[in-house]
């Protein structure tokens, strides 16, 4: 009998302190004991090694379509632009039109034999590096620019009205030129001076450089 009262002063006592400890963390956290209950329920947090793998691969750059991020960047004007250092190159400033192939541009018709071909003889094209008319006492033929809003030209023609500090670069359509240029004051980048010729070869290997490719679609959907 005495062991069972002894017994059952220590289990009150047990439960008073336990009572009396809930009373002051709930007085402290403001949590009552349903909140408690609620909360030992919950799944144990991950482990700090897996917090940490999963930072790891948060910080872990994105496989993105390059197509889509550069077709992106020069839509927003900071593509192919933006991958140049273009302060290295001398500049020149000048009034550049745009041209076609065509009997408004210059005189031939699609049955002309020499229709849409240069001056230099290549083909006129609209590419990565697109053909481009130039007076070539100021731009010999072959020589590279770079013009802002427009991308690489390469001088392979001339022109009756492009004189002195004047360009006329090429489109596939009227319409193109209306829409996509105009009549512009720009200042150009002078990449490499031309030797006064200009091949097939040459405009296929500057066109074909692999480093540029990236940027084909969005000069494909512009010409």
Do not use: C
Request: hydrophobic share 35%.
């Amino acid at each position: 009998m005495h062991t069972v009262k002894v017994a059952s002063r220590r289990f009150l006592m047990t439960l008073f302190v336990v009572i009396a400890l809930l009373t002051t963390y709930q007085s402290i956290t403001g949590l009552n004991g349903k909140a408690l209950i609620e909360w030992y329920k919950e799944p144990s947090p991950q482990p700090l090694e897996t917090k940490q793998s999963m930072l790891r691969n948060y910080q872990k750059p994105l496989k993105s379509n390059s197509t889509f991020i550069n077709h992106m960047a020069v839509k927003s004007g900071s593509g192919l632009m933006s991958t140049l250092k273009l302060e290295q190159y001398e500049t020149h400033k000048v009034l550049a039109t745009g041209y076609t192939a065509g009997i408004e541009s210059t005189g031939k018709t699609p049955n002309h034999p020499a229709y849409g071909i240069t001056y230099s003889g290549v083909e006129v094209r609209r590419d990565l590096y697109s053909t481009i008319a130039a007076d070539t006492d100021v731009f010999p033929i072959g020589t590279v620019l770079f013009i802002p809003g427009y991308g690489y030209g390469v001088v392979a023609d001339t022109g009756s009205a492009i004189q002195g500090d004047r360009l006329d670069l090429y489109y596939n359509s009227v319409q193109d030129v209306y829409d996509k240029w105009g009549k512009k004051h720009v200042k150009v980048y002078i990449v490499k001076e031309g030797n006064g010729h200009l091949t097939e070869k040459t405009m296929r290997t500057l066109n074909n450089q692999e480093s540029l490719q990236v940027f084909r679609p969005v000069y494909n959907n512009q010409s």
